[in-house]
């Protein structure tokens, strides 16, 4: 038979029991000395049934086995010890001692008087999140041997990565000579990559072990992974985000480069041997990182005999797949950036299909031309290789003395593809499909100052276009954002005369997120309009309405002449009201802007 507090435990966890009654009933245990039982029975909190079954349930205890990480029913026994019945791993200890590590905690947290991000908050309060000084907030990565957790530091106060190897796989328990290899690796990796410091490589903090739970403590950056990114970037249609963002990507894998020349170079030079979009992370304030070093080669270490086959196939240098020790080294990670700047142009990796067909065709065959994937045409009438082409398939080559001698010249070599798209002088250096992505990224920058609101600003931007962009596809799409800025500057000039002559109301305005009602336009000048509401009159300026707004205002002005409709559906337009601005562009038909409606119409935003 349990004691009160293991029965009231039991009750609060099943549901039976709210807080409020088993604190009602539990004062009136203390301040009686009856029976917790039978007061809840003589409160009419509990029948009789239900006191029985929560009794019958404390017999068979759920706890949280942290070995296998799972919660299990674990029966009561004469010594009063619990443990898992699948690794018999004594429970209740590890338990008690989670709720002291709980307990400091919180003495800690009122002494320094810490405020918690939520999620560490509720966490903070689950014994089995409890990990040495770390608190357990959320997996954030998974991978063939490791698994990574967000985590709070408690005392420094900030989160934290920590990487663990995979204990359980799909329930069955990892043999002991599996374990003892993957935390051989984990501690390997960490001693190799401690001292690495680099602004493009996530550094490592501390290793260690709790409760028999090897781990490496790295800083936690917030972003999202190449290969989440790739993902996104086809939900939305495109090949890769190259194609979205060309100049920025081509940065990132510069600079993964430069990261990896710094490790290459080390004291005691370390290769990645794992680079791949999913190692690759950017982060919120678009800053690239290494991440995982796993698989490292230390080239100061011995180098006879084979390798273990380790890594992932599309990815693997030749040499990799055929465990080549003494051929793995620095080419080995140039190889890898090939891989995935192939992925990046061609839309997908080099080799496709089945691990064992990869493997194959990696050994016999160079990939196709990325070119020739987008086109799905024969190599012979493709145009001649472009610059771009040819680092990624220098990166590529079989033999790893035909590769570039190091992640410094990838680097040097990706760097004049980036000067070169920045200044617009991409012709024969990127292949022509992404010459064209460049230049509708480019365009794709005006439109979002015209959605700004910012005229003067969208007009530099558009100049600085020009002066890069020479072909004819690109003096369409610009002349088109010419005219919209031209329609756009000359309809605030007649709208700063209908506000300051009518003063017009407006049922709804959306200010910086914020939805005002009844609004009225007092007056109106090139930089702001002056609305009253709630009692007093407020400056806001142009910029601060998104073009949707700005359409509302021109309509509750009254303003219906040809040149403000056309204005209003271009407004329309870049606030992706498709179905009003094509209503727009419709009603010019027959009127004196109706070729210039058709013009803007048919361009690409």
Request: hydrophobic share 40%; charged share 30%; with cysteine.
């Amino acid at each position: 038979m349990s004691d009160d507090t293991s029965l009231g435990q039991t009750l609060l966890e099943r549901g039976l029991l709210t807080r409020d009654e088993f604190e009602d009933a539990d004062s009136a245990r203390r301040s009686t000395g009856r029976p917790l039982i039978g007061i809840l029975i003589e409160k009419c909190y509990l029948s009789a049934a239900q006191i029985r079954d929560a009794l019958a349930a404390l017999q068979n205890r759920v706890r949280f086995c942290p070995r296998c990480e799972v919660r299990v029913p674990v029966p009561e026994t004469v010594d009063g010890r619990e443990r898992c019945p699948r690794c018999l791993f004594e429970v209740r200890w590890q338990e008690e001692k989670r709720i002291a590590q709980l307990q400091d905690f919180e003495s800690l947290v009122r002494i320094t008087r810490d405020e918690l991000p939520p999620e560490v908050e509720a966490a903070r309060r689950l014994p089995a999140r409890i990990l040495g000084k770390y608190i357990l907030v959320e997996e954030i990565g998974r991978g063939g041997a490791g698994i990574v957790q967000k985590a709070w530091d408690t005392m420094l106060g900030e989160y934290v990565a920590l990487k663990f190897i995979r204990e359980d796989e799909r329930s069955v328990q990892l043999d002991s000579e599996t374990r003892r290899v993957r935390i051989f690796d984990l501690v390997q990796e960490a001693r190799a990559t401690l001292r690495l410091r680099h602004e493009h490589i996530v550094p490592v903090r501390d290793v260690g072990s709790v409760e028999g739970r090897f781990y490496i403590a790295m800083d936690y950056v917030e972003g999202e992974t190449l290969a989440e990114h790739q993902r996104q970037a086809k939900a939305r249609g495109a090949l890769s985000p190259l194609y979205e963002r060309p100049a920025v990507w081509l940065r990132h894998l510069r600079d993964v480069a430069v990261a990896l020349h710094y490790a290459h170079t080390f004291p005691k030079p370390i290769v990645h041997c794992d680079i791949k979009p999913a190692n690759i992370l950017i982060s919120r304030s678009g800053v690239a990182y290494v991440l995982d070093f796993g698989l490292h080669r230390v080239l100061s270490g011995p180098r006879e005999g084979a390798e273990r086959v380790r890594g992932t196939p599309a990815y693997m240098a030749p040499e990799q797949v055929i465990g080549d020790a003494a051929a793995i080294g620095v080419p080995t990670d140039v190889y890898g950036l090939g891989a995935t700047l192939y992925e990046l142009l061609a839309g997908r990796p080099a080799f496709t299909g089945q691990p064992e067909d990869i493997l194959r065709h990696n050994m016999r065959e160079m990939p196709a031309r990325p070119l020739d994937v987008l086109r799905e045409a024969d190599s012979a009438h493709l145009p001649e290789l472009t610059l771009l082409e040819e680092i990624c398939l220098r990166c590529l080559a079989k033999e790893p003395r035909e590769r570039y001698p190091s992640a410094r010249h990838v680097a040097e070599a990706l760097g004049h593809v980036v000067e070169a798209v920045e200044s617009g002088r991409d012709g024969g250096i990127v292949p022509p499909a992404l010459a064209e992505a460049i230049e509708r990224a480019e365009v794709r920058r005006v439109d979002e100052q015209i959605s700004s609101g910012d005229l003067e600003e969208a007009l530099r931007e558009l100049h600085t276009v020009r002066l890069k962009r020479e072909s004819l596809s690109a003096r369409r799409r610009l002349e088109s954002r010419r005219h919209q800025l031209q329609l756009l500057a000359q309809l605030r000039t007649r709208l700063i005369e209908r506000v300051n002559a009518s003063r017009p109301v407006l049922p709804r305005l959306e200010v910086g997120g914020e939805l005002w009602r009844d609004v009225e336009l007092l007056k109106a000048t090139p930089r702001m309009v002056v609305v009253y509401h709630d009692g007093r009159g407020r400056e806001v300026p142009w910029t601060a309405l998104p073009p949707g707004q700005l359409a509302e205002v021109v309509e509750s002005a009254g303003m219906s002449e040809p040149a403000d409709r056309l204005a209003t559906a271009v407004l329309c337009r870049l606030a992706r009201r498709e179905e009003k601005a094509a209503a727009l562009f419709e009603s010019l038909k027959g009127s004196p802007l109706e070729d210039l409606a058709r013009e803007i119409r048919d361009s690409e935003l």
